[in-house]
């Protein structure tokens, strides 16, 4: 499976918490994983992204604390554990893959990065 699949969206009142889950990827080395968010009406946001090798990660500052993105052991599965969530986070959530750039030691919050994408998943934070 080289797409990525998203599963673990759903509706949550504010303050709650969803966890976020995605697993594929064709890239087996200097792999990039990332979240992204998007709302009607305006473009895509970079949440979180993950070197998979490294274990480094880099957040939007819209959700640094509350956010944390992760892998399991065998690195084919990353989550993205959203807590004390705002109706802000409202937004379809996309899970994306490509690889480390040149020189780099954390994955920019850059869709430029992530030539791979999967099909979305609707995050809905009620007031």
């Known amino acids: 499976q080289v797409q990525p699949v998203e599963s673990g969206g759903g509706s949550v009142q504010a303050g709650g918490s969803l966890r976020l889950s995605c697993t594929g990827s064709?890239?087996?080395?200097?792999?990039?994983m990332g979240w992204f968010r998007q709302t009607p009406g305006k473009g895509r946001e970079g949440v979180a992204t993950?070197?998979?090798?490294?274990?480094?990660?880099l957040y939007a500052d819209s959700v640094k604390g509350r956010f944390t993105i992760s892998q399991d052991n065998s690195g084919n599965t990353v989550y993205l554990q959203m807590n004390s969530l705002m109706s802000e986070d409202t937004a379809v959530y996309y899970c994306?893959?490509?690889?480390?750039?040149?020189?780099?030691?954390?994955?920019?919050?850059?869709?430029?990065?992530?030539?791979?994408w999967g099909q979305g998943t609707q995050v809905t934070v009620s007031s």
């Open positions: 064709p890239y087996n080395y200097r792999r990039c």
């Open positions: 994306a893959t490509g690889r480390l750039p040149p020189k780099s030691v954390v994955c920019p919050l850059d869709e430029t990065t992530f030539p791979v």
């Open positions: 993950m070197y998979l090798a490294a274990d480094s990660a």
